[in-house]
C-alpha cells in the first residue's frame, strides 16, 4: 500500500462487518480519516491496486497539523472481467444457487442460436439469476428515482433488448477517436421495435445478449452495493461517532462504490455529524438521487432524498462526458420502456451522476477541474466537478470509467476534506 497508517475494512452482501473493524480503525489515531470503496467486478487484490495508485499523491497533499489514516472498503462485488463475455465459474461463484442458469447462459452465449425461442430462455434465465420475479417492479427497493426499481429490460421482449444494446455498442465502436466518447443520441436514432432489423438476421443479436448480462449482474450489485452502504458502512461510522466524536471522516467511492458510500449517508444514526466529505468519483447511480422532487415528476423523490443534508461539508460529484458506461450503456438500461422495449430518445431522465453530476439539488455548484483546483471546493452543499479533461481514457463499452487514477483529483479529496495544503 502506498500510504499508512491504512486498514482494511470488509463487509459480507448484507453488509455485516468483520468484528474489530472500529478498534482497528481507531488505533490508527490521526484527525481525519479516509474511506474508499470500490466499484463493481473488482476482486480484493484488483480493488487494493486501485486504493494504492489513487492514495499514492496523498502524503504530498496533506497541510500542516493534519493526520491521515486511510481505509479500503472491500464488499462482494463479484469477480467479472470487463469484457462482453464473463468469467462464468467467477460469476456461478459470487451467486450461489444459481449455477444452472449461469451455466445455461453460458452455452446459449457459445452457440449463439438464430432463435427468437433462445432469447426467450435468455431473458427468462437473466430473469431467475437477479431474482426479478420476486422484485416488486413499480419503486423496487430503493425507491422514487427513475433507475432505483427493476430495470424494464429485464421484462421486456428480450430479441428488441439484445438489439437495442447491440446497436449501442456498435455506436461506440463507430466512434473512433479512441476516448469513450460515443453518441449516445446515435442509439436512440436507431433504436425502436424494428431494431432487430438493423442487424440482418438474430445470430448477431447475441453481442448485444452479453452486454444484457452485464447490466443483469450490475443490477445485482447494485442492490448489494446500496445494502453494505446502508446496513454496513453506515453503522459502522455511527460506532466510530461515539467512539472518537472528533475523528473527521471523508468518504471516496468509484463506480458502484460511489453508491456504497451514498447509501452509507442513509445508515448514519440520527445526529452523527462526522461525515465531513463525500467525493463520488464517475459514480453509477441516478443523478437525481439526492433530489427532493424530480423535474418530470413533482410527486416522486430520488432515493436519497437530502441525505447531503447528513454531510458536515460537501458532496463532490465528479463527472466525465467520456465515460460511456454511464453516458450511453447506463441510460439505455434504464430508459428501456416496460411496453415494447422503444426508446424515444436518451434524455437527460436517465442519465448517472458521474455523466453530469448531481441534478434537481437547489444550490449545487458547477465547476469544471481546473476551477475546482484554483478556487477550492464550497465547504457544503452538492458541487459538480467536470473532470473530463483528465478522465478521458478507454474504449469501448466502458470507455474512461475506470480511469480515475489522477493527481488532480486526490487534490479534489483533499480540497474537499479541508485537509490539503
Not at 163 to 175: I, K, R
Request: glycine share 14%.
Amino acid at each position: 500500500m502506498s500510504v499508512q497508517p491504512y486498514r482494511e475494512v470488509v463487509f459480507d452482501k448484507e453488509g455485516d462487518g468483520a468484528a474489530g473493524q472500529r478498534d482497528a480503525l481507531l488505533r490508527m489515531g490521526g484527525t481525519d480519516l479516509v474511506l474508499f470503496a470500490h466499484g463493481w467486478n473488482s476482486s480484493r487484490s484488483v480493488a487494493a491496486r486501485l486504493y494504492s495508485a489513487f492514495l499514492a499523491p496523498f502524503p504530498g497533499l496533506v497541510r500542516e497539523g493534519a493526520r491521515i489514516g486511510y481505509g479500503g472498503v472491500f464488499w462482494p462485488s463479484m469477480w467479472f472481467t470487463d469484457e462482453p463475455i464473463p468469467d462464468f465459474e467467477g460469476l456461478a461463484a459470487h451467486l450461489p444457487g444459481k449455477e444452472r442458469a449461469v451455466g445455461r447462459i453460458a452455452e446459449l452465449l457459445a452457440e449463439r442460436p438464430e432463435s427468437e425461442t433462445a432469447f426467450a430462455e435468455f431473458g427468462a434465465l437473466l430473469r431467475e439469476l437477479t431474482d426479478v420475479d420476486r422484485t416488486t417492479a413499480a419503486g423496487g427497493p430503493d425507491g422514487g428515482a427513475p433507475d432505483e426499481g427493476v430495470p424494464a429490460f429485464l421484462t421486456g421482449d428480450p430479441v428488441e433488448t439484445c438489439a437495442l444494446f447491440a446497436a449501442a455498442l456498435d455506436s461506440l465502436d463507430g466512434d473512433g477517436d479512441g476516448d469513450g466518447d460515443g453518441d449516445g443520441e446515435q442509439v436512440a436514432e436507431q433504436a425502436g421495435p424494428d431494431t432487430r432489423e438493423l442487424f440482418g438476421g438474430l445470430g448477431r443479436l447475441w453481442r448485444g445478449a452479453e452486454e444484457a448480462l452485464r447490466q443483469a449482474t450490475y443490477y445485482t450489485m447494485k442492490r448489494r452495493a446500496g445494502t453494505v452502504g446502508e446496513r454496513g458502512l453506515g453503522p459502522l461510522l455511527g460506532e466510530l461517532a461515539r467512539s472518537a466524536p472528533a475523528l473527521r471522516i471523508h468518504l471516496v467511492g468509484h463506480s458502484m462504490g460511489a453508491r456504497l458510500v451514498a447509501f452509507a449517508l442513509r445508515g448514519l444514526p440520527s445526529g452523527t455529524r462526522n461525515v465531513k466529505s463525500v467525493t463520488l468519483l464517475q459514480g453509477a447511480f441516478s443523478h437525481y438521487a439526492f433530489a427532493s422532487s424530480l423535474p418530470h415528476d413533482r410527486d416522486a423523490s430520488g432515493a436519497l432524498r437530502d441525505m447531503q443534508r447528513r454531510v458536515d461539508g460537501p458532496v463532490v460529484a465528479c463527472h466525465s462526458r467520456h465515460d460511456t458506461a454511464l453516458g450511453v450503456i447506463y441510460p439505455l438500461a434504464s430508459r428501456l420502456a416496460r411496453d415494447d422495449s422503444r426508446v424515444a430518445g436518451l434524455d437527460r431522465r436517465w442519465w448517472a451522476v458521474g455523466h453530469d453530476g448531481v441534478q434537481a439539488v437547489p444550490g449545487t455548484r458547477s465547476l469544471t477541474l481546473d476551477e475546482a483546483l484554483r478556487a477550492g471546493i464550497p465547504a457544503s452543499g452538492c458541487v459538480n466537478v467536470d473532470a473530463a479533461s483528465v478522465v478521458r481514457r478507454g474504449g469501448p463499452p466502458s470507455g474512461a470509467h475506470s480511469d480515475i487514477c489522477h493527481p488532480e483529483l486526490a487534490r479534489v479529496v483533499a480540497a474537499a476534506g479541508r485537509f490539503g495544503r
